[in-house]
């Protein structure tokens, strides 16, 4: 069961800027546990694209940025890219289930 | 370089049981953690459970607690992830992914292991 919710898609042109948003409760987010995005390119692996709330893994563009508020937190793609076309997924932990959390997932797709 | 590399993919006939293996390497196996997460076909990520490669120590999902059990050979610098009582909606890739040293992030993921259940 996914706590953490996300939109199913968001869109955009290229060049555009788009927000995803990852809506938790005070369990999780709102408790003051961290955030983490990842990138689901296509039949691969997830990849590590923000953790700590807002910091840039080594070798991750600064065309992808994150941030937390309250029981909410959201990743941004500026100037977006065809290669940009994926699924991203926060993470954080849960202190009512005792361990990690996922988002339900987000599709962005580059028009 | 860092990696994690995945045993091949199974089939099962339900109510078997399953044991996925992950071996780490590039970086010193005991002073990470090691987690699971499995996505079932077109669906979004699941975490599973946790395993400290330092001392063993285990947190499983709740979901699963009591079909699942996580271990490591810290000889051979390997992870396994064993599933019992195989069900069709076990039907997943899974994935073992290794737990930043300065956050609890999921930093290093090995290339996933895709378990079929079906009779």
């Known amino acids: 069961q996914s706590v953490l919710t996300q939109p199913p898609s968001v869109s955009g042109a290229p060049g555009q800027r788009v927000t995803i948003s990852c809506t938790g409760s005070?369990?999780?987010?709102?408790?003051?546990?961290?955030v983490h995005w990842y990138q689901q390119l296509p039949g691969t692996a997830p990849k590590l694209l923000i953790y700590g709330n807002s910091n840039r893994p080594s070798g991750v563009p600064d065309r992808f940025s994150g941030s937390k508020s309250g029981t909410s937190a959201s990743l941004a793609i500026s100037g977006l890219q065809a290669e940009d076309e994926a699924d991203y997924y926060c993470?954080?932990?849960?202190?009512?289930?005792?361990?990690?959390?996922f988002g339900t997932g987000t599709k962005v797709t580059v028009l | 370089q860092v990696q994690l590399v995945q045993s091949g993919a199974e089939v099962k006939k339900p109510g078997a049981s399953v044991k996925v293996s992950c071996k780490a390497s590039?970086?010193?196996?005991?002073?990470?953690?090691i987690s699971w997460v499995r996505q079932a076909p077109g669906q979004g990520l699941e975490w599973m459970g946790w395993?400290?490669?330092?001392?063993?120590?285990?947190n499983y999902a709740q979901k699963l607690q009591g079909r699942v059990t996580m271990t490591t050979d810290t000889s051979t610098s390997t992870a396994y992830m064993e599933l019992r009582s195989l069900r069709s909606d076990d039907t997943a890739v899974y994935y073992c992914?290794?737990?930043?040293?300065?956050?609890?992030?999921?930093?290093?993921w090995g290339q996933g292991t895709m378990v079929t259940v079906s009779s």
């Open positions: 395993i400290s490669a330092y001392n063993g120590n285990t």
């Open positions: 992914a290794r737990e930043g040293a300065s956050s609890d992030a999921f930093d290093i």
């Open positions: 993470q954080s932990y849960d202190s009512s289930l005792s361990g990690y959390v």
């Open positions: 005070s369990s999780n987010i709102g408790a003051g546990y961290d």
């Open positions: 590039g970086y010193t196996f005991t002073s990470y953690g």
